[in-house]
C-alpha cells in the first residue's frame, strides 16, 4: 500500500500502516509540500518489487516483511468474518437489540 495522507487524522492511518502494521509506504513531500512523480514511482516499486530499486530505497528485507504482515493481517480479517467471528457475533447482537430493544452483552 502507498499512502499520502493529506491532512486530519489520515497521517496518523499512514504512521499505522507504514511504522505499526509494516504493511505499506508512506510518500515524502518535497520542500514545498507537494509529491513528485519520482517519489510516487519509488514507492509504487518498492510496494511492488522492481529489483532494480532496492539498492536506492535500501533494505531488501522490509519487501518481505511487508507482504509477510500483509498476509497475517489478510489471515486476521478472514477468520474474524468466518462463523463466530467477533464482527458477526456483534453485528447479530446488534440486529437483536433493534428487535427486542434488549442489549445482549458479548463475552469477547
Known amino acids: 500500500m502507498v499512502v499520502v495522507p493529506p491532512w486530519s487524522d489520515q497521517g496518523t492511518s ?3 500502516i507504514q511504522d505499526v502494521w509494516k504493511t505499506g509506504v508512506r510518500v515524502k513531500h518535497n520542500e514545498d509540500g507537494i509529491v513528485g512523480s519520482e517519489e510516487i514511482k519509488m514507492c509504487l516499486d518498492l510496494v511492488m518489487g522492481v529489483k532494480e530499486n532496492r539498492a536506492e530505497i535500501g533494505d531488501e528485507n522490509r519487501e518481505e516483511m511487508r507482504r509477510i504482515n ?3 493481517w489478510k489471515d486476521l480479517a478472514r477468520e474474524a468474518i468466518e462463523e463466530g467471528g467477533s464482527p458477526r457475533e456483534n453485528l447479530k447482537a446488534f440486529v437483536n437489540e433493534l428487535i ?3 442489549t445482549l452483552f458479548l463475552s469477547k
Open 100 to 102: 427486542t430493544g434488549q
Open 14 to 16: 499512514a504512521k499505522l
Open 70 to 72: 500483509a498476509k497475517k
